[in-house]
């Protein structure tokens, strides 16, 4: 089946402008990650949504960011006023387990990236 | 919070030998280390996991072992291939009913060497 897309792939902007990155999770799963990847380090967290509703934004590094999912399936993570320091790769992720059944997976499948470079 | 630790951040090894990365992690309520692949300019993708009830797991090539006392896991790829060649990336979760957010290390960049 289909797993996790993301688009742009690419997204350059200029400093200042603002940005909407989309994230396509694999059909019926629960959870949303948002993570932020910087040029060779690891993935960083950035939110979470069960469904609809946006758990845990503790991640998110600035008022400038913000992050939606209205009706429990597309996500969209948007960056305002965009700064330099905000160019990196933003992962998408979604995992099917909530609770209620005897053998839950809680692996996250990750999206391809939107490669974000900011001017 | 949680912080996860990993070494080396650089391996290379022989095609045919043995790969192993360490990882360390701070916050003993963590029960569930899954362990990453990526290619370069790729998605993470997962290749095998532990939760805290089980202290090893293998899955063909690749084994995972955990040490709750010391709160350290490591990864160990046997016969190596040129295939494995990747970074990977270790990370630590708190999950209950449902996944939760990932604390990744700071990867590993193998390098098998034909």
């Known amino acids: 089946g289909a797993g996790v897309s993301q688009s742009p792939r690419y997204k350059v902007a200029k400093r200042g402008q603002d940005v909407a990155l989309r994230c396509d999770p694999i059909s019926g799963h629960v959870s949303l990650f948002w993570y932020q990847q910087a040029l060779g380090q690891g993935p960083e967290f950035l939110t979470y949504?069960?469904?609809?509703?946006?758990?845990?934004k503790s991640g998110l590094p600035s008022d400038r960011f913000f992050a939606e999912r209205p009706e429990g399936s597309v996500s969209t993570l948007k960056i305002q006023r965009t700064q330099q320091e905000d160019s990196a790769v933003y992962l998408c992720?979604?995992?099917?387990?909530?609770?209620?059944?005897?053998?839950?997976?809680?692996?996250?499948?990750f999206g391809p990236g939107t490669r974000l470079t900011v001017t | 919070g949680e912080n996860v630790e990993q070494h080396p951040s650089t391996l290379s090894v022989q095609e045919g030998d043995s790969a192993v990365i360490k990882c360390t992690y701070s916050d003993s309520a963590s029960n569930y280390f899954p362990w990453y692949k990526q290619e370069l300019g790729k998605r993470p993708q997962l290749i095998i996991d532990i939760r805290s009830n089980v202290g090893e797991k293998k899955d063909q090539r690749i084994a995972v072992t955990l040490n709750k006392t010391a709160k350290h896991f490591s990864l160990h790829i046997t016969e190596t291939q040129p295939e494995d060649s990747a970074v990977y990336f270790c990370?630590?979760?708190?999950?209950?009913?449902?996944?939760?957010?990932?604390?990744f290390g700071q990867g590993t960049r193998l390098t098998i060497n034909p």
């Open positions: 990370a630590a979760s708190m999950v209950g009913q449902g996944a939760q957010k990932l604390v």
């Open positions: 992720a979604s995992s099917p387990t909530w609770g209620g059944r005897v053998s839950i997976s809680y692996e996250q499948y």
């Open positions: 949504f069960q469904n609809e509703a946006q758990l845990d």
